[in-house]
């Protein structure tokens, strides 16, 4: 069965890194665009970074600019999510996604459930002191 998985996410502190992990089976996660979204309780999801197919080229969300970096690893079919200076602000779930459309991450911020071709279940990032 073709699906991703996250993980890496725990309780850090304010200042702390995580690094999460998308890993991909049943399909090589090399072909697609791949973002990281997030969604804290009682807020809509928030696109964070994408990186694309083709170039790996990277986008990201201002929140997320000089914090974050998004890199992939096509050997071990696994996209990262290296997030340093962590602020309480970014506790949310955190989830990755993957569409085969090379020029999705020009468009990834408006992407949903039901247009992509695939979506993890997501893993918990709280920072808190």
């Known amino acids: 069965q073709a699906q991703l998985v996250e993980s890496g996410g725990g309780l850090v502190q304010p200042g702390g890194s995580l690094r999460l992990s998308c890993a991909a089976s049943g399909f090589t996660l090399g072909f697609y665009d791949v973002g990281w979204f997030r969604q804290a309780p009682g807020k809509e999801r928030e696109a964070v970074a994408c990186i694309t197919s083709s170039d790996d080229s990277t986008y990201y969300a201002d929140s997320a600019k000089g914090r974050f970096t998004i890199s992939r690893n096509n050997a071990g079919n696994t996209v990262y999510l290296q997030m340093d200076v962590l602020k309480p602000d970014d506790t949310a779930m955190y989830y990755c996604?993957?569409?085969?459309?090379?020029?999705?991450?020009?468009?990834?911020?408006?992407?949903?459930?039901?247009?992509?071709?695939?979506w993890g279940q997501g893993t918990q990032v709280t920072v808190s002191s």
């Open positions: 996604a993957a569409d085969i459309d090379r020029w999705w991450c020009t468009y990834y911020t408006r992407a949903n459930s039901a247009d992509t071709d695939y």
